[in-house]
């Protein structure tokens, strides 16, 4: 909704990778998205927010107003009160872009990811890129013999002209043997969209993630080790380059932590709703063996990221302790009495205790 009136001006500001993701969730988490690099995070272009505190009472949080409560909403969650309304900064984008995502064979995958890792080195802010392992989606511009084979994709997006986007990404898609090219100049709302039909509402998700120290020789190893070994063919694992302008925004302007990180990986397990507890126990375990093989390699993790299983030390981990203990003194200002916990939880925590 907001890209499709946004987009009637030429306009955006950075959103998720899918188009039904939340605004609220999105926005209070961080905000991870395909002009993050370019844009910021979608809490780096929050610059108002309408919020109903647990007593009734609606304030407005801003650089000037609360300016506590206004630093903590951008990447503390749904701690500390209802947000009724959002306002964010506007950037000039597409409306047509150059994007879309390049498949290569599942046994290419430590050799695309050792070129890619060369690839994002020197990449302009403008290009954003997510790399997906799994299979090929079942989509309609893809090839009936193609659909569901395994294989590593990156995806891109340039979110600048698209005569500047194409040599931008022509390595990309002349590295190795492709599958499958489909980069090309879209609009940026039909790329927004274009992961939709992958992970609809009604199927069975279960997620583990972490952010990653770097993308090692053996990092990669490990990653090409696991990612194919899912049950379901719709399980895959995500990973998001991070930095340009993510990295480049004040340590302690926002509560989200992760300035610092150049990639992220979410491990997706994914089942249809009428399969039975033996596929649902055999993608979790899956998605948390991968995960306890990147244990060497984790370096915090994004909130947003979290599932219902990860505890209050993985919320900690999501924040280091200097973060987490500020959001916890913003928390018992706002809510007191945690009467906002059915979330990644912050417990409330007075400067004293």
Known sequence: ???HETQA?????????VSHTGVGGLSLG???GWLMRKHGLTVDNLVEAEVVTAEGDIIRASANDHPDLFWALRGGGGNFGVVSSFRFTLHPVGPTVMAGPVFWAAEDTTDVLRFYREF?????????????LGTIPPLPVVSE?????????????YAGPVEDGEPAVRALREFGTPLVDLVGPTLYVDHQGSLDDTVPHGWHYYWKATNLTGMSDEVIDIVAEHAYGATSPRSYAAMFHMGGAVARAPRDA????????????IIDAAWLPEQDDTVGAAETAWARKFLAALQPHRAGVYVNFLDSDDDTNRVREAYGDDTYWRLAEVKAKYDPDNVFHNNKNIRPRTPAQ
């Open 9 to 17: 001006h030429g306009l955006a500001t950075t959103g998720g990778i």
């Open 30 to 32: 961080g905000g991870v």
């Open 1 to 3: 909704d907001v890209d």
């Open 120 to 132: 994002v080195t020197d990449a302009p802010d403008e290009l954003g890129n997510v790399i997906r």
């Open 145 to 157: 013999e193609l659909h569901f084979r395994p294989a590593i994709a990156v995806a891109s997006c």
């Open 254 to 265: 926002t509560a989200y932590r992760g300035r610092d990180v150049e990639h992220n990986i």
